[in-house]
């Protein structure tokens, strides 16, 4: 919790984006408290109640604790199912990064995360292709009321609209301003 807005807009999103995700890994240091590691999965478990979401608890700079310490450490947080994952890796000398790789492969070939499953990293297609779909939901619905066919026609336009736009065939005003202010072309 804070008092400051812009870090507020940002904690909000990022719990937007964890009931987006199918994999949620938190990062930590291996010197954090045991109690403020629990507390923050708590709050990812509160936050993604789907079950088919995979945690992984990724605890960073191992290198600088004992044995001793790892040992009593933070592997007995997390005691859900199969879903939650534990991890000691460490970044600077790019130790058990290959641990890490191989619990996200395995997650992802046990089926929760599937291959051919398409990934949308663009947000003005994202809302692109939602808006075809709702356009190509009111066909559907024309068809099975019996609509006339011009009204027909006009939804399918939109649809081919929205799909142009991710295509290139149409350029309206807003995807030139939004090119222009994210991509640096010339003036």
């Avoid at 709702?134 to 066919?149: D, K």
Wanted: with cysteine; proline share 1%.
């Amino acid at each position: 919790e804070t008092a400051d807005t812009i870090e507020n807009l940002g904690i909000r999103r990022t719990y937007q984006k964890l009931g987006q995700a199918s994999i949620v890994m938190l990062l930590v240091e291996a010197g954090d408290s045991k109690k403020i590691i629990a507390e923050s999965l708590e709050v990812i478990r509160n936050q993604v109640r789907d079950t088919s979401k995979h945690i992984i608890l990724v605890i960073n700079k191992s290198d600088t604790t004992s044995d001793e310490e790892r040992a009593k450490g933070s592997s007995d947080i997390l005691v859900s199912e199969d879903k939650e994952h534990v991890c000691r890796i460490s970044a600077n000398k790019h130790e058990n990064l290959d641990e890490l790789k191989n619990i996200l492969g395995t997650i992802v070939s046990i089926g929760s995360i599937r291959h051919q499953d398409v990934v949308i990293s663009n947000i003005r297609h994202f809302n692109a292709l939602k808006s075809a779909s709702e356009s190509l939901e009111r066909v559907l619905e024309g068809l099975s009321s019996a609509l006339p066919q011009d009204l027909l026609a006009q939804d399918i336009r939109e649809t081919l609209h929205y799909l142009g736009e991710i295509t290139g065939e149409v350029t309206t005003d807003e995807i030139l301003g939004n090119i222009f202010k994210n991509f640096c072309i010339g003036k």
